[in-house]
């Protein structure tokens, strides 16, 4: 059975950080790209960040500089350092995973259930 579960979202003032955590359990996942993706409602799913197996790490442009992904392979944890944050990252967070390669599109066959960030101005 494979989870992927979000966690450490919540509320933050702008300006002030947050640290994702996405726990994932159910099978070997070290030749597994896993990303972070965001969905605001009435909006497509986004794409933030993927850490690959590979190692190489991919960011939406507009949010390199503030968001840092970063991955623990021997405890298949994954994470979002969010820093300087805006009120317009407010919306859903979900860790999603595919075997293979990174995609920035949302052709990933597991996710997890997402974590609620808010960022007030």
């Known amino acids: 059975q494979v989870q992927l579960v979000e966690s450490g979202g919540g509320s933050a003032q702008a300006g002030g950080s947050l640290r994702l955590s996405c726990a994932a359990s159910?099978?070997?996942?070290?030749?597994?790209?896993m990303a972070w993706f965001r969905q605001a409602p009435g909006k497509e799913r986004e794409f933030v960040a993927a850490?690959?197996?590979?190692?190489?790490?991919f960011y939406l442009e507009i949010l390199k500089g503030r968001f840092t992904i970063s991955r623990d392979f021997s405890e298949n944890m994954l994470y979002l350092q969010m820093n300087s944050l805006k009120p317009e990252d407010t919306t859903l967070y979900y860790c999603?995973?595919?075997?293979?390669?990174?995609?920035?599109?949302?052709?990933?066959?597991?996710w997890g259930q997402g974590t609620q960030v808010t960022v007030s101005s």
């Open positions: 159910g099978r070997d996942f070290s030749i597994y790209a």
């Open positions: 850490f690959g197996w590979d190692l190489q790490t």
């Open positions: 999603a995973a595919r075997a293979g390669s990174v995609l920035t599109t949302t052709q990933y066959a597991y």
